[in-house]
């Protein structure tokens, strides 16, 4: 007779999370085919639980969802791990107060990072969100924590909760991995509205006391408490 320890219920819990998260990077047109992913710390224990690598979006389970130790290497599951596994894992090992990454390869928010530019902070929902502009972090190759290595140097200097890494997309990271796919959604939202506008002219800053004005309301006001 098997015995269901705590650890085993958690990592249950988890891995349906991540699994139905999923779901929601396709229904806001921020990934095509296989590209992208979720993740989330093992709350209380040294893993994660990844996607599996190269897998269909409509063929994600609970069960095929991968965990990981926090260096990448796996733990539990049939399929490889996400190639950005290492990269992620090096994030839960340097901020332990993120719980859940998010990469995504959104249009906009890639035309931006295509180009090396930060997201400037001209809009109240990036003020909001962000804290600030939407910071570019810098050039690294998929398949060590090289991107990790970026991921945590630029978001330590920053309130964002997204950073574009250069030529590649968007890296988000939150308490838990729904606020990490909050962020990824509202990444491409302000990419996409500050691009338009700079169709139209220049857009007009927002003033530092206002961001912080508003970025403090929304993240500590706004909502149910």
């Given amino acids: 007779m098997s015995v269901v320890t705590d650890v085993d219920q958690t990592i249950r819990q988890v891995r349906r999370e991540v699994a139905t998260l999923h779901a929601e990077l396709p229904k806001y047109g921020l990934v095509v085919w296989t590209a992208g992913n979720v993740s989330a710390?093992?709350?209380?224990?040294?893993?994660?639980?990844?996607?599996?690598?190269?897998?269909?979006?409509?063929?994600?389970?609970?069960?095929?969802?991968?965990?990981?130790?926090?260096?990448?290497?796996?733990?539990?599951?049939?399929?490889?791990p996400s190639s950005d596994t290492e990269a992620q894992a090096y994030v839960y090992r340097h901020l332990p107060q993120v719980g859940g990454v998010v990469h995504t390869h959104s249009p906009?928010?890639?035309?931006?990072?295509?180009?090396?530019?930060?997201?400037?902070?001209?809009?109240?929902?990036?003020?909001?969100?962000?804290?600030?502009?939407?910071?570019?972090?810098?050039?690294?190759?998929?398949g060590d924590d090289s991107i990790g290595r970026g991921i945590v140097e630029t978001l330590r200097e920053s309130r964002s909760p997204a950073v574009l890494m250069q030529n590649h997309?968007?890296?988000?990271?939150?308490?838990?991995?729904?606020?990490?796919?909050?962020?990824?959604?509202?990444?491409?939202?302000?990419?996409?509205?500050?691009?338009?506008?700079?169709?139209?002219?220049?857009?007009?800053?927002?003033?530092?006391?206002?961001?912080?004005?508003?970025?403090?309301?929304?993240?500590?006001?706004?909502?149910?408490?």
């Fill in 169 to 225: 997309g968007v890296f988000t990271v939150g308490p838990n991995a729904k606020s990490a796919v909050k962020a990824a959604v509202m990444c491409e939202d302000v990419a996409r509205s500050v691009h338009l506008s700079r169709q139209l002219g220049q857009p007009i800053p927002i003033a530092q006391p206002s961001i912080d004005a508003l970025h403090d309301r929304y993240q500590n006001v706004y909502g149910q408490r």
């Fill in 108 to 142: 906009y928010a890639v035309a931006w990072a295509a180009r090396g530019e930060a997201i400037p902070c001209v809009t109240t929902m990036c003020a909001d969100e962000f804290g600030g502009e939407i910071p570019v972090g810098p050039f690294a190759i998929i």
């Fill in 41 to 80: 710390r093992v709350p209380g224990h040294d893993l994660l639980v990844i996607k599996p690598s190269g897998v269909s979006y409509d063929d994600l389970t609970p069960e095929n969802m991968v965990v990981c130790d926090l260096d990448g290497k796996v733990v539990e599951g049939e399929h490889a």
